[in-house]
C-alpha cells in the first residue's frame, strides 16, 4: 500500500469555480456572522466512481476518480466556545456549546453532517475553541458525487487545523466514516472518504475494500474527458433503500458464506457458488447478490482494460454495470437510463452509467475529449422531450485532496 502524502495548506490546484466562489464565499461569512475578519477556507472534492457499483460495503473493489468541484468551508474562531454551522446552499443553522457538544443528537438537517465531524474530533480532546463556519460549494447535492463524504472530509481537515488536531489522511477517513455511519445513521462504505482524502490530480484511486490497500492510477488526460450529466431527481441518499440493499447484502452473504471457506465479505463468492445456490435465497436478494459478484468480476475487468489502453472495452464494462444495476440491483430510474443511453449513442463515447448510490442522481460519461463538445446538446434534447426539462451537464478535470485555500 503506498502511504499517502498529507494534505497540502495552500492550493496545489485551484477548483474549478474558485476565482467566484471564493470572494463570495468570504463575503457572505462576514456578513452572516457580523464579522470584518477574514476566515479561513478549506476545500474538499467530490467524486464520480467509474467502476465497483456498490462494491465498497460488500469488501470488493472501486476506482473513483475526485473531481474539481466539491464543497467549500469558511471559518473562523469564536471567544465563548460556541460552533455555529450555516450554509449558503441549505437552510437551517446549527449552535452547540462545545463544552456540551457530547450531549448532541441529530436532527435530520444537512448540518447533521459537519456536526458529527465536529463530535468524533472532540472526542479527542482538542482544543475545541468556538468557531463561526459557512459551508458552500459547486457539487449537486445528493447527485450520486458523494457531497456528504466531501462536506465530512473537509470539514475535518479545517476542525483539524482550527482545533491543532493533527491527523493522518487515513485517520482523517475514520472520522469522517464515523460522522456518517454513527451519527447520521447511513450505512456506507469505505469507498466515498477515501477517494476523496487520497485523492490526487491526474489519477484514479484502486481500493480494495477488503483489506483497504489501494493504488493511484494514471488518466490520460489526452484520450479520456468526464462528463456528468445530473438529472435533477434528488435522492438525499434515499436513506432507507440504500440501507435496504446493505442489509440484502448482508443477508445474501450469511446464507451463502457457508459454500466458501475463509469467506469474509459477499465479494469472495464466486460466481459458480452462487449459480448454484441462488435458489436458497429470496429472489430479491439472490439478484442483489448478482450484481454484486458479477461486478466484481467486471471492475477487475476494467482495471486490466485501463492498464492495457482499452478504453472501448473499459466503457462496455461501465454500459453492463448500468444494465445490472438497473435490473439486478434496481436502483436506476427512467431519467438515469435515458441519459445513460443518449450518451452511448453517440460518437466518441466509451461509456457511461448512473453513479453513486442511485435513486436519482447523476449519469457519469467517460468520453474522448473531442465529444465533449457534443455532449450536452445530445443530452438536453433527448432528456427535455421525454422529461420535459433539461438536465445539467459538466465535464470535470481530476483534482488533488482536501487542502486549504489561499484567499
Given at each position: 500500500m503506498i502511504e499517502p502524502t498529507p494534505a497540502r495548506m495552500a492550493a496545489v490546484s485551484a477548483p474549478s469555480g474558485a476565482s467566484e466562489l471564493l470572494p463570495e464565499l468570504v463575503r457572505a461569512w462576514q456578513q452572516r456572522f457580523g464579522r470584518r475578519d477574514a476566515p479561513r477556507v478549506f476545500f474538499a472534492p467530490g467524486r464520480v466512481?467509474?467502476?465497483?457499483?456498490?462494491?465498497?460495503?460488500?469488501?470488493?473493489?472501486?476506482?473513483?476518480?475526485?473531481?474539481?468541484?466539491?464543497?467549500?468551508?469558511?471559518?473562523?474562531?469564536?471567544?465563548?466556545?460556541?460552533?455555529?454551522?450555516?450554509?449558503?446552499?441549505?437552510?437551517?443553522?446549527?449552535?452547540?456549546?462545545?463544552?456540551?457538544?457530547?450531549?448532541?443528537?441529530?436532527?435530520?438537517?444537512?448540518?447533521?453532517?459537519?456536526?458529527?465531524?465536529?463530535?468524533?474530533?472532540c472526542a479527542r480532546r482538542p482544543r475545541a475553541v468556538g468557531l463561526d463556519v459557512l459551508f458552500g460549494g459547486n457539487l449537486p447535492i445528493g447527485g450520486g458525487l458523494s457531497s456528504s463524504a466531501s462536506i465530512c472530509v473537509g470539514t475535518s481537515l479545517a476542525f483539524e487545523r482550527a482545533w491543532g488536531i493533527e491527523l493522518s489522511s487515513l485517520e482523517r477517513i475514520e472520522v469522517a466514516l464515523?460522522?456518517?455511519?454513527?451519527?447520521?445513521?447511513?450505512?456506507?462504505?469505505?469507498?466515498?472518504?477515501?477517494?476523496?482524502?487520497?485523492?490526487?490530480?491526474?489519477?484514479?484511486?484502486?481500493?480494495?475494500?477488503?483489506?483497504?490497500?489501494?493504488?493511484?492510477?494514471?488518466?490520460?488526460?489526452?484520450?479520456?474527458?468526464?462528463?456528468?450529466?445530473?438529472?435533477?431527481?434528488?435522492?438525499?441518499?434515499?436513506?432507507?433503500?440504500?440501507?435496504?440493499?446493505?442489509?440484502?447484502?448482508?443477508?445474501?452473504?450469511?446464507?451463502?458464506?457457508?459454500?466458501?471457506?475463509?469467506?469474509?465479505?459477499?465479494?469472495?463468492?464466486?460466481?459458480?457458488?452462487?449459480?448454484?445456490?441462488?435458489?436458497?435465497l429470496e429472489p430479491v436478494v439472490a439478484r442483489r447478490a448478482l450484481h454484486v459478484v458479477s461486478e466484481v468480476e467486471r471492475t477487475f475487468a476494467a482495471r486490466d482494460a485501463l492498464a492495457r489502453g482499452e478504453l472501448a472495452a473499459f466503457g462496455e464494462l461501465m454500459v453492463r454495470t448500468h444494465a445490472s444495476l438497473r435490473d439486478a440491483y434496481e436502483v436506476s430510474l427512467p431519467e438515469l437510463d435515458c441519459l445513460s443511453e443518449t450518451a452511448c449513442a453517440l460518437d466518441g463515447v466509451y461509456g457511461a452509467r448512473l453513479t453513486g448510490a442511485g435513486f436519482g442522481g447523476c449519469v457519469v460519461v467517460l468520453l474522448h475529449p473531442r465529444a465533449s463538445a457534443a455532449l450536452a446538446p445530445a443530452l438536453e434534447a433527448e432528456f427535455a422531450r421525454r422529461f420535459g426539462r433539461v438536465p445539467r451537464v459538466t465535464i470535470y478535470a481530476s483534482s488533488d485532496g482536501p487542502r486549504e485555500l489561499e484567499l
Open positions: 466512481n467509474l467502476m465497483g457499483a456498490h462494491l465498497d460495503y460488500n469488501g470488493g473493489p472501486v476506482m473513483p476518480v475526485a473531481v474539481d468541484r466539491g464543497t467549500f468551508v469558511a471559518l473562523g474562531p469564536r471567544g465563548d466556545g460556541r460552533l455555529r454551522l450555516a450554509s449558503r446552499i441549505e437552510p437551517g443553522e446549527c449552535e452547540i456549546d462545545l463544552a456540551l457538544a457530547a450531549h448532541s443528537a441529530r436532527s435530520g438537517a444537512w448540518f447533521d453532517y459537519p456536526l458529527g465531524v465536529a463530535l468524533a474530533l464515523w460522522a456518517e455511519r454513527e451519527f447520521v445513521g447511513v450505512k456506507c462504505g469505505i469507498m466515498d472518504p477515501t477517494s476523496i482524502a487520497l485523492a490526487r490530480r491526474g489519477r484514479l484511486l484502486w481500493l480494495d475494500c477488503r483489506d483497504r490497500s489501494f493504488e493511484h492510477v494514471a488518466l490520460d488526460d489526452a484520450r479520456i474527458a468526464i462528463g456528468v450529466a445530473d438529472s435533477g431527481v434528488r435522492r438525499e441518499l434515499a436513506r432507507g433503500d440504500f440501507n435496504l440493499r446493505v442489509e440484502q447484502c448482508r443477508a445474501a452473504f450469511e446464507q451463502l458464506r457457508r459454500y466458501v471457506p475463509g469467506a469474509t465479505c459477499l465479494r469472495d463468492v464466486p460466481a459458480g457458488v452462487l449459480a448454484s445456490h441462488a435458489a436458497e
